[in-house]
């Protein structure tokens, strides 16, 4: 069982290290930095404070799909309001299905910077959105905090033995639907089904509808394999 937090972006280095006590408090030690501001970093490792062991374990890559290329469910921590609506999971509910889903393979709960938060484009690669109840007059939240909320939260549902058996067939991995992903995209603009000068709208419509779907690997590979039948037939054999 594998819960990965996963920060993007981080710009201030003693959130990464007050992140790794959180994450070493919770129980959970995998953590990836996507692009850091600084890492590694002296005020990281002081903010640890017992928990360098997390620090010196965490892998640093350039981008969130490297992140969570081989995980089968991933969440995005948000409080802010989208322009097409995501499926919403409380830090409680998330945490549940954090669970459920870990016992089929990986996952990930993806956190972005701290003053913008993760951008539309990376919240496009999670199938939740991921939210803390808070005052709505005041919900703004230290990153390192929300951590710590949201992993408490995991460590409630390990504390009540909720660990589900996993899928008969596991999940789809994010590397998966990402490769599916730019093969229908590719598909649809040469059907010019897609505008190519503004394809990104639709696209984020059709990612929210196979989240909600949480495809198997067998059911992505029999969209795959209808995909490749559909292709025109040069672009078939170049497949091939």
Known sequence: MTIRIVLVGTTHPGN?????????NMGLGELVLVAPR?????????RASGAEDVLAAARVVDTLEAA?????WVA??????????????????AAEKAMAESASGPVALVF???????SN??????????????????????LAMSVQVVTYEVQMQ???GREPPAREVRPATAGEMENFYRHLEELLLAARFLDPDNP????????????????????????????????????????E
């Open 121 to 142: 484009e990376d919240l496009a690669r999670c199938q939740a959105l991921l939210y803390i109840p808070t005052a709505p007059d005041f919900s703004s939240l230290n």
């Open 76 to 93: 995005g921590a948000s409080a802010r309001q989208r322009s097409i609506a995501w499926p919403e999971l409380s830090a409680r509910e």
């Open 158 to 160: 390990r504390a009540a």
């Open 38 to 46: 600084s890492f590694p970093h002296e005020e990281a490792t002081a």
């Open 200 to 239: 990104r709208h639709l696209m984020k419509r059709l990612r929210r509808l196979f989240a909600r779907a949480e495809p198997d690997m067998n059911e992505i590979n029999i969209l795959r394999g209808i995909l490749a039948s559909l292709a025109p037939a040069e672009r078939r054999s170049d497949r």
């Open 112 to 118: 972005g910077p701290e003053k913008s938060g993760l």
């Open 16 to 24: 990464i290290g007050a992140t790794a006590r959180a994450m070493k």
């Open 68 to 72: 969570v290329a081989d995980c089968v």
